[in-house]
């Protein structure tokens, strides 16, 4: 019997993934129980399966994968999540904004508009005429 491996996405709204639990062919799939060992064609269902269900370009919600590629998926996983630097570690240089830098502050301030008065202006439309 052929099987793959599959799995919920990881949770992130950031990137779209918001799926927590799918159930199809009486198999409940939740996103905290990591991976399943199914069938080849509930795999294969699966793998077209997206976030929202009526939007072609909503993000995948599944991992389908063999043994070894939901091993090598994993191993990445954890290596990104140690991401933090230590101190011993060779760290280059950060280079500051140079003092001659243009900043948000340096730009022209918007001219306000003079105030109008307000019962005037409610009683005209959106437009006003010239």
Do not use: H, N
Not at 42 to 57: K, S
């Amino acid at each position: 019997m052929d099987t793959l491996l599959v799995r919920l996405k990881p949770f992130d709204p950031r990137r779209g993934q918001v799926l927590r639990r799918y159930t199809y062919a009486g198999i409940k799939f939740q996103e905290e129980r990591g991976w399943y060992r199914v069938e080849k064609p509930v795999a294969e269902y699966l793998r077209g399966v997206r976030e929202t269900p009526t939007d072609r370009y909503s993000p995948l919600a599944f991992d389908v994968c063999t043994e070894a590629e939901a091993k090598a998926l994993e191993t990445t996983e954890t290596e990104a999540s140690k991401v933090k630097r230590s101190a011993t570690d060779d760290l280059k240089v950060v280079p500051a904004r140079p003092a001659g830098a243009l900043t948000s502050d340096d730009l022209p301030k918007p001219a306000t508009a003079p105030a109008k008065d307000d019962e005037k202006d409610a009683r005209r439309g959106k437009r006003e005429r010239e």
